[in-house]
């Protein structure tokens, strides 16, 4: 089992930048691929990114491609989220999302098996 904290949410104005970090502990972080997931008011949870155990792959959805870069840092136990070119549209709750099993599509929630609280990000236009 894996416990993920986020942090490194805020209020930005468009076109501005946030770093979103992810802190896991528990059992040994390499053994999980990583994802970042995000929830507006009103919406179903959605994909935003994913990484991969140790070789680094990493998969975006098409609305944050270019914009947003998934990183992670297995000594140091972190995933992070680095996101550039803020619309307000991005403003939701992000959530980070620990997955078990090797999947064909690392875009579905129920993939992850374990998932942090949330951390809020607010573009104001």
């Known amino acids: 089992q894996v416990q993920l904290v986020e942090s490194g949410g805020g209020l930005v104005q468009a076109g501005g930048s946030l770093r979103l970090s992810c802190a896991a502990s528990?059992?040994?972080?390499?053994?999980?691929?990583m994802g970042w997931f995000r929830q507006a008011p009103g919406k179903e949870r959605e994909f935003v990114a994913a990484?991969?155990?140790?070789?680094?792959?990493?998969t975006y959805a098409d609305s944050v491609k270019g914009r947003f870069t998934i990183s992670r840092d297995n000594a140091k136990n972190t995933v992070s989220l680095r996101l550039n070119t803020l619309k307000p549209e991005d403003t939701a709750v992000y959530y980070c999302a620990a997955r078990e099993r090797i999947v064909n599509d690392v875009t579905r929630l129920r993939a992850y098996d374990y998932w942090g609280q949330g951390t809020q990000v607010t573009v104001s236009s």
């Open positions: 990484i991969s155990r140790s070789n680094g792959i990493t």
């Open positions: 528990g059992r040994t972080f390499s053994s999980y691929a």
